[in-house]
Every structure is written in C-alpha cells, then in structure tokens.
C-alpha cells in the first residue's frame, strides 16, 4: 500500500525533541549585598547635650545603592522619643546621612539607624550611641554641663560668672544681673526661661554713653552697674541705688576720689563721683534701691571693680 510512508513520516513527528532543545532555565535571581552602617553624634560635651541645644546623628552606609533610606530611631529608657526616615546621598562607594535634632527632655538616650531589606541590599542595623540629655536649669549648688553652658553664654555678654561649672554665689549674681536687664523677676536661680532668653541673644547691656571711652555707667533702672570699654560691657554687676527718701543723683560724672578698705560707715572699697556719692561694696545689696544714694556692689565684687577704677574714670548714672 502507498499509505505507508506517510504514517512514518506522522511517527517521526511525535518523538519527542531531544534534551538539548529544550527551553532554559532562568538564572536564580542574585542574593541582596550584605550592608553595614556606621552611627555618630555630634554636637556633644563629655556625652552630654542640654536640653533645648541642637546635635547631629550621622552615619555612613557601606555600600551606597541609589534610593537608600534609612531609619533613625531615637530611645529614652526603652520608650521612643523619635523616629525620623532620612535620605543617603552618595560619597563615591558608600553613602552618608544626616539628622539635626533639637534636645529634648533629660536623661539617658540612645540613637540607632537602620535600613529595612530591598531587593538590592539586606537589611542592617547601627551601632548604638548613647548620651545624656541635661535638663537646662541650675541653681545655687548645681555643676555640670548646664552650669558649664549658663556660665559661657553669660560670660559673652559681659556678666560676671565664677568658678567653670559650678554655680557659685558669682555666677548666681550673675544670674541676678542677667534676670534684671531682661525683666524677669528678680531672683537667682536659673529656670529654662533663662536659658532660652540667653540662646536668643537676650541680655545685652545696652551702652548709653559709647563715647565715654573707658567709663561706668549705673542703669538705676534695671539695678546694674556696668564697665564699659571699646563701646561695650566688659564686666556687669548687679547693684542697689538710693531708696527714694535718698535717691542717687543722675548725670555725667568723674570719679574724684578713692577710697581702700572699709571705712566707717561700712563702705568697701569706694569709688567717689560727686560729693558723698561712691560706688562700694557693702554687706547688704537688695535686689531694689536701698543706699542712701550711693552704687552699692556687693562685697566679693568690690575689690575688683575698684581696681578697675581710676581717678577721672567717668561715671554715668541714669534711668532708661
């Protein structure tokens, strides 16, 4: 029969293709690229930060891959205090990262980062950092990072502080001066207000007579004496003016005469201006007027300012 061949040729059809025709199997797809991350905080003093300041968290990533993100996480004993998404921008292998924080709260704090599993990177987590938040107030007594912190932004200004971080009866007088040019009430404590006032600027001694060259000047409203050179405050004290029964005389004066030690009338070390009137220590120096027209300073100060005071020093005294 002829059909015969034909059938063959149907058989032939139906083997099956050999082995080596068949598709290909797809490569596995690659293992993501193990990642480290490096963690460091900036912007603190002895691993410490006052409250209100700012500091920096930065971090390294090893390797860099375009659209990295990583988490910051900030903890204060096991409860979250943040937690800030930030961006990682290129440095040639690896990638770098940012965060500026403001301090908040006090206490122990911890900072880590970490960068969840992509498909190009597996995940990583920081070390951890850990640094204490000081609490931005100080009183008689306190030392620390806060005092420290007080002590530097007065001492810009002019004010007389003492002994570095700790607050002592000079830096609490300070303290004093400081609350009266601001008009906050007059005590000598440091509350958060006082740190704040003095981060912002406030507190500057505002020079009435810049012209005066090397000269006093007794600001009897705000119960502050003042020396003043090259146009600005270079020491300031807080003082107590004549009570109004025995006000102290106003105007431009040149001190005339001086007089060491403590004389009979309690008066230390005194810088007299016109007649009677001096600037002195004395024992008793209220945070109103109180003399009987006199600029008194109190004791510890006395010796200084007298020193600093020459015979024809000129000496201003007025109210605002």
């Not at 082995?19 to 490569?27: C, E, F, L, T, Y």
């Not at 990072?145 to 200004?157: D, E, Y």
């Not at 004066?253 to 008066?267: A, D, Q």
């Amino acid at each position: 029969m002829k059909r015969a061949p034909f059938v063959a040729a149907l058989a032939l059809l139906a083997v099956p293709a050999a082995a080596g025709a068949q598709d290909p199997v797809p490569a596995p797809a690659p293992e993501p690229t193990p990642a480290t991350i490096t963690l460091t905080v900036k912007g603190l003093e002895s691993g410490q930060v006052l409250a209100g300041t700012k500091y920096t968290v930065e971090g390294v990533v090893r390797p860099y891959v375009a659209g990295q993100k990583v988490k910051v996480l900030v903890t204060r004993h096991g409860r979250k205090v943040s937690t800030n998404e930030v961006s990682v921008k290129p440095d040639g292998s690896v990638g770098r990262f940012t965060l500026q924080r403001t301090a908040s709260g006090h206490g122990t704090t911890r900072a880590q980062a970490v960068h969840d599993a992509s498909a190009q990177m597996a995940a990583a987590t920081s070390n951890t950092r850990r640094y204490r938040v000081v609490a931005a107030r100080a009183k008689e007594g306190s030392r620390g990072l806060a005092v420290r912190v007080l002590q530097r932004g007065l001492a810009k200004k002019g004010y007389v502080v003492g002994r570095r971080g700790v607050y002592d009866g000079r830096t609490a007088r300070a303290v004093l001066a400081f609350r009266k040019i601001t008009g906050m009430p007059r005590t000598y404590g440091a509350n958060s207000t006082v740190f704040k006032k003095l981060a912002r600027g406030a507190g500057t001694f505002k020079v009435r007579y810049p012209s005066h060259g090397r000269h006093v000047e007794g600001d009897l409203t705000h119960q502050v004496l003042a020396l003043i050179s090259g146009g600005k405050a270079v020491r300031i004290y807080p003082m107590s003016s004549g009570k109004p029964s025995t006000p102290t005389i106003t105007g431009n004066f040149r001190v005339y005469m001086k007089e060491p030690g403590t004389n009979s009338h309690g008066m230390i070390y005194s810088s007299y201006f016109i007649r009677g009137y001096a600037i002195h220590g004395y024992v008793e120096v209220p945070i109103y007027p109180a003399s009987h027209g006199c600029l008194r300073i109190p004791p510890p100060d006395a010796i200084s300012v007298y020193n600093w005071i020459n015979v024809g020093t000129p000496v201003d005294v007025y109210y605002r």
